[in-house]
């Protein structure tokens, strides 16, 4: 079975006895399924508590909050969690950011895409979708996190989404659609977010009519 990525480091870590097919955890996790299986236990607790009707609304959104997702998600599973990876990792051909680029890419996530989050709630549904495209796109791309990117990118558009009075996405269509998302993603490195575009149309539902 292939790796789910290459590093190119020796702090990519595998646990003892898991033949390199589950990373370094607090656990002594040694196979897929359990890891698998902790870690979806431990995203639905995290999805619990930031939409706790009892929680206070967001007005804001940093980077050190996402940061904070990952560590309260993964935090009792690794101990890099909630911080920026410093390996660098490609899946296939394809390589995500550099990790000494990770800290001033994420500068510009912020500053460029995440200050806008308290103005979103007066936008129009087709800048809502070009907004929710680029933002997945580039943090995709960005990869900051060892492990569970795309969990957490998705996290982050149910934010968005659920602040700008919308239902949490539905994803299945991206699961049964991984060739065309992937492209999409890639497509995203040449400022090409129209495919991420359409697969965010299709899933993005108003509360009312969920």
Do not use: C
Request: no cysteine; glycine share 6%; aromatic share 10%.
């Amino acid at each position: 079975m292939a790796k789910k990525y290459e590093v190119n480091s020796t702090e990519g870590e595998f646990q003892a006895g898991s033949d390199s097919k589950v990373l370094k955890n607090l656990l002594g996790i040694t196979t897929e399924a359990e890891i698998n299986e902790v870690e979806s236990i431990l995203l639905v607790q995290l999805y619990q508590h930031l939409f706790d009707e009892t929680q206070p609304q967001l007005n804001s959104l940093t980077v050190a909050d996402i940061n904070e997702w990952h560590r309260k998600w993964l935090g009792n599973i690794y101990e890099w969690a909630g911080t920026a990876r410093s390996v660098n990792m490609r899946k296939g051909s394809f390589d995500f950011a550099s990790a000494r680029q990770i800290s001033n890419l994420l500068d510009h996530f912020e500053k460029s895409l995440l200050s806008k989050f308290d103005d979103l709630s007066n936008t129009s549904e087709e800048s809502l979708i070009h907004f929710l495209a680029k933002v997945h796109v580039e943090f995709i791309l960005i990869h900051p996190f060892r492990e569970g990117n795309g969990r957490i990118a998705r996290l982050l558009l149910d934010v968005i989404a659920d602040k700008t009075g919308f239902a949490l996405l539905n994803y299945d269509l991206w699961d049964e659609n991984k060739a065309f998302y992937f492209k999409a993603i890639q497509a995203g490195v040449a400022g090409d977010y129209q495919h991420m575009e359409r697969l965010i149309s299709d899933v993005l539902t108003l509360k009312s009519a969920s």
